[in-house]
């Protein structure tokens, strides 16, 4: 993917213009529209833009990944969260990149340190769960609370939880285009300067 900001932004407007329309894992919306309330809803919380532009990218992986989109007859995980974090961790932060990459875990987490909050998830939650192991251990729950990122992953997380009601208005992806871009932009200018540092 080449790395310049409008271009980068363009390959992934034009994901979410191809592939948008598919259905998002047997819910009521579709994958644009669940992608699309996550960031709208982070936009009116007043989240910055590492937590809007994690949450209106952190099911990509459905789009660009080899595997497909998942389906609730699928008897194995798809790693979705992988394909998605390998195709931007290069031009995003490495906060947004965590959010993409673990959003999967971080419902494994809250479903082992909050034993209420599995019954918060729609069906197709629950049956992904399943296939991607269920709640975490205890080992694996301490683990995960010490991930740098951790209070962004869970912001995404939930958000990526409260984006799937029906005929919910909200702006297309060109709206949160500028703040892809800032993102993209800070991250290269970033990057350049550790390169350079002495």
Known sequence: MTATPDTLVETLAALFADQGAKSYLGEAVTMAEHMLQGAWLAEQLGEEDEIVVGALLHDIGHFAGDRGTF??????DRRHEASGAALVER?????????????VAAKR???????????????????????????????????????????????VRHLDDAGKTPERWTPDFAHFAPRLRRLIEAHRQSDSGQRHRP
């Open 71 to 76: 389906a609730l007859t699928d008897s194995e």
């Open 91 to 103: 031009h995003l932060p490495p906060a947004v990149v965590a959010c993409i990459r673990e959003h």
């Open 109 to 155: 987490y809250l479903c082992a340190v909050d034993p209420t909050y599995v019954d918060t998830l729609s069906r197709a939650s629950q049956h992904s769960l399943r296939l991607q192991g269920g709640p975490m251990s205890a080992e694996e729950a301490a683990d995960f609370a010490r991930h740098p990122h951790l209070e962004a992953i869970l912001k």
